[in-house]
Nanobody, 123 residues
Framework: QVQLVESGGGLVQAGGSLRLSCAASGRTFSSYAMGWFRQAPGKEREFVATISRSGGGTYYADSVKGRITISRDNAKNTVYLQVNSLKPEDTAVYYC????????????????WGQGTQVTVSS
């Protein structure tokens, strides 16, 4: 069992930056690939980024590539999402998730989910 708690969301002006964190419980954090998704009102949950178990491999959605960086610290059981040059269309609830799959990009591939953190970008 893995419990995930996101933090770091908030209200930010367009062009600003945020760093989201996701703290995981349990001693098996390094056994999971970690991912970030987001869901805007009325839209489906959208893949943002994923990082491999060791942190050596990352994969990003085309829509955010170049503006977002995913990283992890296995000693701290934490995964991060740095979001730069924020746009109003980045407004969404951001979720972190843990997966046993190797390069998981679909929600169905993830085994555990956090409750989400709201990011609101004002224009």
């Amino acid at each position: 069992q893995v419990q995930l708690v996101e933090s770091g969301g908030g209200l930010v002006q367009a062009g600003g930056s945020l760093r989201l964190s996701c703290a995981a419980s349990g001693r098996t954090f390094s056994s999971y690939a970690m991912g970030w998704f987001r869901q805007a009102p009325g839209k489906e949950r959208e893949f943002v980024a994923t990082i491999s178990r060791s942190g050596g491999g990352t994969y990003y959605a085309d829509s955010v590539k170049g503006r977002i960086t995913i990283s992890r610290d296995n000693a701290k059981n934490t995964v991060y999402l740095q979001v730069n040059s924020l746009k109003p269309e980045d407004t969404a609830v951001y979720y972190c998730a843990a997966a046993l799959a190797r390069v998981p990009t679909r929600p169905v591939e993830y085994d555990y989910w956090g409750q989400g953190t709201q990011v609101t970008v004002s224009s």
